[in-house]
Structure formats: C-alpha cells, structure tokens
C-alpha cells in the first residue's frame, strides 16, 4: 500500500511559481543579475512593459538569445502554454519597453518577428534553449518571438 499522492491544482501549482519569479525578480534586482542572470546556463534579462489596461509597470524575468543590438524572447509562456503571456500583449499594445541585463538599464524597442523570420531562428532558438521545444510540443499554437530592439540613443 504505497502512500496515495495528491495532484496539484493549476492554481496551486500558479500560486507556487508566481512566488518563485517574484524571488528570481528580487535577487536579479539585488544582485545586478549576479544571481538569476542565468537559468540552466541560458541567460535572463528582465523585460518591464506597461500594462495595457492598467497602466503600471510590469516586470518579467525571460531568458534570451543576443542577435546583434536585438534581444529574441520567446513568448512561451510555460505554466501556460496554450494563451500568450501578459507582457506580450502588453507589448502590442505598447512597443516601447526597457530591460535590465544585469546591473545596466536598457530602452527597448519590441518587434514580434514575422513568419518567416520567426520560422529560420526557430532552430537556433531550440539548441539555444531546448526548453521551448517542450513548450511548442504542448500547444497547437506557434509560439511568437520578438526582437527587443536597444534603443541606445
């Protein structure tokens, strides 16, 4: 008779990992990214939006991979894979964005990549973090990328 295990709830499991982020976010912050500027050896900036019907700043810790002056982010949003995640329509909404990457600030502008560039830096995406292979396995949607263009102006 082996102990019986409960499954987690969605919200259950939602209300842990939004703890979780809400660290990462804080020792980012703290550490000038020392601590959290990478998970699983892939790196992680901190992307703030506005929110698009609330007006506040939001702030979104998000790995990535530099092309450049661009930062590609996938909106994969994990825990569910099925919607986009809130900063990505917070960014249609409203382009103009910043990131920290580490302890430095950065203006961003955001671009969601179309078809066919989002189709050829797939691959490079996956080696790059082979987590989102995962995440597009779950779903039937096609997973956007956008470029955080640094606005060093």
Known sequence: MGATTRRRSFTDRMSRSDVSWKMHRFMYRMSGGRIGG?????????????????????????????????????????????RDPGWLHNLRANPVAEVQLGSEVHPV?????????????????????PRWAGYAAETDRVIPVVALHLDET
């Open 109 to 129: 502008r955001a671009e969601e990549l179309g078809p066919e560039e989002r189709d050829a830096w797939w691959p490079r995406l996956i080696d790059h973090n």
């Open 38 to 82: 990478r998970v699983s050896g892939v790196p992680v900036l901190l992307l703030r939006t506005r929110g698009r019907r609330t007006g506040e700043l939001r702030t979104h810790p998000l790995m990535y991979l530099r092309d450049g002056d661009r930062l590609l982010v996938v909106a994969s949003n994990a825990a569910a894979v099925d």
